[in-house]
């Protein structure tokens, strides 16, 4: 049994790689938020294959998905769907929003509203969503990939502590090494044309994802319940608990992490664990996952900004003094 | 009833008021201060007459009501040049035409500076205090003096601050020092959740110090190295399976491993 999941996360990953040069980093973040049922924020210029890369994922496990592009127009409705008259029975019917989905991808999320950026983040706390007096379940495995671009701000908001508190993780994208951009512009080299109804169009990435499956959302089940059963020590929920109070403690943080850092770190250590194949969590889990865990948890104060201190920085320093 | 009688009281006092102009002058203002006065007067609404730059008096009506077949005026008025005036010559009918039938309303503007001044400026008398030497070798000594007493404070808080360098360049034991109790304890048995859990962060940190890592480096990625280390890494990789794999699984012997650190050869 534990072959099959180990094979299982390498073939998600080989499909991956199929399409998706380098960004390995990336796609076990996505595993991780996968395996534990949580949401994941990205963070990244345009251009990084993000929606590629969840289209993929979503592919290869053979889960329902759904793109929302977020705008500054967008209503709650538009995403957990609304009460629409039938004219012929004059009878309300309910239709469903795109949210109702295993794997949605909120893109730009900074740019809608703040009500339904609420109302998205409100669905991805209770996983259930009401429409007129009906209240319905979303469906299960229901995960959210929200992205936003840090370099444009006119036209967005921000999305509040207290909201991306929500989100597991926080993973910013990097620009690939040098050697990956390579390896991308020759593959976009043979992609070639794409001749349809006497007409042709240039082949994209997205014409190569392969549409059967690698794992079933069985599959995903049984990873999820394998990720729950990772040991977790009394001594890392120790190291755990003393780096999160740590954010708290620091000079030139303002708002450390909340205990909901903790738990999630708990989680996507073991997930990491998991797809490392180890049954137990280690140290390099926890500073692995740090960035990603309590970075966006915590604000830091307005004299160390003007000091040019960033996140990043004094995280480092936080797990430095905790070593 | 009594109400009545209040207004009654009003209406004679009002009416003892406007007998003043014809009485005594009312008390004199100073110069540059508004005074005022309510006068009732007859004949057709009068108006206030134009200042020129030679006009000793200003006057101005601020209000006027029908007063029967006369008019009741509120004049406001402030003075430029000491002296008894009378206000209605500086009152104009409607055409511009100086009244003739007024009765007299006097006013007294009174000066600010003594009755028999002679217009002369008054000398500003000085203090009998004076600084004995000029006044720039006292701001030069005065100088000197601030920087004498200011420097002992200034020697105080440095010696201050060379303390607590002090304090912390000495933080008593060092890593190694601190280790020690910590590793007993691990060989024994006796270590706690706690002191596994600082025993697994010195052990971490004095490998680092050891081989000269970067403080502010990656830390997953310096695990990663530490673990790959010959000699670092057998400890660290026994310690892992030792702090963190389930209970009952882990093969590894504490106080072997532990066995270079308690008794170390340097």
């Not at chain 1, 989680?267 to 998991?274: L, S």
């Not at chain 2, 006092?13 to 102009?21: E, H, I, M, V, Y």
């Not at chain 2, 009741?72 to 010559?89: A, H």
């Not at chain 2, 009244?99 to 503007?109: A, G, K, M, Y």
Request: proline share 7%.
């Amino acid at each position: 049994m534990e072959t099959i999941r180990k094979n299982l996360v390498l073939d998600v990953r080989q499909r991956v790689a199929e399409v998706v040069v380098g960004q390995d980093t990336v796609v076990e973040r996505l595993l991780i938020a996968l395996f534990t049922g949580g949401h994941l924020l990205l963070q990244g210029v345009p251009g990084l294959a993000k929606t590629l890369l969840v289209q993929t994922i979503s592919n290869a496990i053979d889960l329902r998905f759904s793109r929302v592009q977020f705008t500054i127009d967008l209503l709650p409705s538009d995403i957990l769907g609304s009460e629409v008259l039938d004219q012929r029975n004059n009878e309300f019917t309910t239709h469903l929003g795109p949210i109702f989905t295993n794997l949605l991808l909120a893109d730009e999320i900074n740019r809608a509203a703040p009500k339904v950026q609420s109302a998205l983040l409100e669905a991805m706390q209770e996983r259930k969503v009401t429409i007129g007096n009906e209240t319905h379940a979303l469906p299960a495995p229901f995960l959210v990939i929200a992205t936003q671009n840090p370099i444009e701000q006119s036209g967005t908001f921000e999305l509040p502590e207290a909201q991306l508190d929500r989100f597991m993780l926080c993973h910013r994208l990097d620009y690939p090494a040098a050697g990956e951009e390579e390896d991308v512009l020759r593959r976009s080299l043979a992609l070639g044309l794409q001749r349809t109804d006497g007409g042709a169009v240039p082949r994209t990435a997205f014409d190569l994802l392969e549409k059967k499956p690698v794992a079933t959302g069985g599959d995903l089940v049984e990873m999820m319940a394998a990720v729950q059963e990772v040991h977790v020590s009394d001594v890392f929920q120790k190291h755990t608990v003393e780096v999160v109070r740590r954010t708290r403690r620091h000079p030139s943080i303002e708002i450390g992490g909340s205990p909901r850092a903790g738990l999630a770190m708990i989680q996507a250590a073991r997930a990491r664990a998991f797809i490392h194949g180890r049954d137990y969590v280690v140290p390099e889990d926890l500073y692995a996952l740090a960035e990603d865990v309590l970075l966006h948890r915590v604000r830091l104060k307005y004299e160390a900004l003007a000091e040019g201190v960033s996140g990043v920085s004094v995280l480092k320093e936080i797990l430095s003094e905790a070593a | 009833m009594n109400r009545r009688l209040i207004k009654l009281t009003l209406i004679a006092s009002a009416l003892g008021g406007l007998a003043k102009p014809t009485g005594a002058p009312p008390d004199p203002f100073p110069i540059g201060m508004e005074g005022s006065l309510i006068v009732v007067l007859p004949g057709e609404p009068l108006k206030a007459a134009p200042v020129g730059d030679k006009s000793t008096i200003i006057l101005r009506i601020q209000d006027m009501f029908p007063h029967g077949s006369d008019h009741r005026y509120d004049l406001r008025y402030f003075g430029f040049v000491p002296g008894e005036y009378d206000l209605g010559k500086f009152l104009r009918h409607a055409d511009g035409t100086a009244p003739t039938n007024l009765p007299p309303i006097p006013v007294r503007i009174r000066g600010m500076l003594p009755a028999n001044h002679d217009g002369m400026l008054i000398e500003e008398e000085t203090g009998n205090f004076s600084l004995p030497g000029s006044y720039t070798a006292w701001l030069i000594g005065t100088g000197i003096v601030w920087g004498l007493a200011a420097w002992p404070l200034f020697l105080l808080g440095r010696k201050k601050k060379t303390s607590l360098r002090q304090a912390e360049a000495e933080p008593g034991p060092d890593l190694a020092e601190q280790l020690r109790p910590l590793i007993e304890q691990a060989a024994n048995g006796t270590l706690d959740t706690y002191g596994r859990a600082r025993l697994e962060r010195m052990i971490f940190s004095h490998w680092r110090e050891q081989l000269g890592l970067p403080e502010d480096g990656d830390m997953a990625e310096l695990h990663h190295q530490l673990k790959a280390h010959a000699e670092a890494g057998p400890l660290l990789h026994g310690l892992e399976d030792w702090l963190h794999r389930p209970p009952g699984t882990s093969t590894v012997d504490i106080p072997t491993l532990l066995e270079p650190y308690r008794h170390p050869t340097e």
